[in-house]
Nanobody, 123 residues
Framework: DVQLQASGGGLVQAGGSLRLSCAAS????????IGWFRQAPGKEREGVSC????????YYADSVKGRFTISSDNAKNTVYLQMNSLKPEDTAVYYC????????WGEGLVGYWGQGTLVTVSS
């Protein structure tokens, strides 16, 4: 069975840090681009960051550039999102997602979704 197991969300004060993890299983990790979408109450889903497991290329939304860092450990089939300098506007449910390419991921044409993990940033 395909699984994307997300973890690491929680409550943090503005300016703090959190690290999200997405552990993948059931598909060939190296063949996919994996990253994070988020959705805040009343807002549309937003692509936050993505990494290509094959060549390490990355994408960041303008809203998180310079604050978030995505990485992957191919030996562990796990993608990490280090979130620093968190702001209240980063509050959302974060979803891990895998697509067959960065382009497809960016278009929201995702093959696999993980369960969401809630990130709450207090002011």
């Amino acid at each position: 069975d395909v699984q994307l197991q997300a973890s690491g969300g929680g409550l943090v004060q503005a300016g703090g840090s959190l690290r999200l993890s997405c552990a993948a299983s059931g598909f060939t990790f190296d063949d996919y681009a994996i990253g994070w979408f988020r959705q805040a109450p009343g807002k549309e889903r937003e692509g936050v960051s993505c990494i290509s497991s094959s060549d390490g290329s990355t994408y960041y939304a303008d809203s998180v550039k310079g604050r978030f860092t995505i990485s992957s450990d191919n030996a562990k089939n796990t993608v990490y999102l280090q979130m620093n300098s968190l702001k209240p506007e980063d509050t959302a449910v974060y979803y891990c997602a895998a697509a067959r390419s960065m382009r497809l991921w960016g278009e929201g044409l995702v093959g696999y979704w993980g369960q969401g993990t809630l990130v709450t940033v207090s002011s």
